[in-house]
């Protein structure tokens, strides 16, 4: 980690959070084009392997915090037509281009989207069947705090689903030199600010392991924790309930 980044990861709590949400704001507009270029679209793929390796039947409503431009909520959406989506993130950019997804698949009636942050949510206790986090959980620099809102906005005996990357040592290094060298390369052509993804390099390198996170979510008071790693080795997803 090289602290002259123009997005250093060791700030005090409440200038990350306002760093995260002006990089945001900036990366917006090739947002999804970026996710799909330097993932090779695999980014659809996890959200997808993750909304179907947990069947969601017989939920009535689902949180995505922390939405972006809203995959993860339009494909619950699309995989279940009875659940009642709400998509929440702190960046209002982010979210306008996620009203124009919306409209485009006619999902404005089933998908409420929502500024807020996910250390105080706008929800009472026990909201949610499912509460869901799609590669979130490492820009928010109190996992805690999300954590236990993410707990507390869960009805009993609800789902949580957090969906991340690590690239932790157990990752063949390929992948860490795809990750430090030629992601930062191909963001420069394409990106508008190029320097968001050495930042992502910094936080998939100081982002717990699996386990660690497990731990973690244990911790908060989360029962059952499920780890599952997907293909190709660098994505997991950890599932728990509150009991």
Known sequence: MNENRKYPISKPEKEYSEMVKNMFSRIARKYDFMNHLLSGCM???W???SLRFKELKGAQNFLD??????DFGIFAAEFYPDVKIFSTDFSAKMLLYAKEKLKKKELRERIILLGADALSLPFREETFDVTAI???LRNIPNRTA???EMLRVTKRGGRILVLEMTIKKDVRMIYKLYVKHLM???AKLFSEDPDAYLYLYD???SFPSPNELKCEMEQVGFSSVEVHRFWPGITHLLVGLRP
């Open 134 to 136: 799609a590669f979130g």
């Open 184 to 186: 930062p390369f191909l």
């Open 65 to 70: 915090l922390a939405c972006g431009t809203g």
């Open 146 to 148: 999300a954590l236990s």
């Open 203 to 205: 936080t998939l390198s």
């Open 43 to 45: 980014d659809i793929y």
């Open 47 to 49: 959200r997808k392997k």
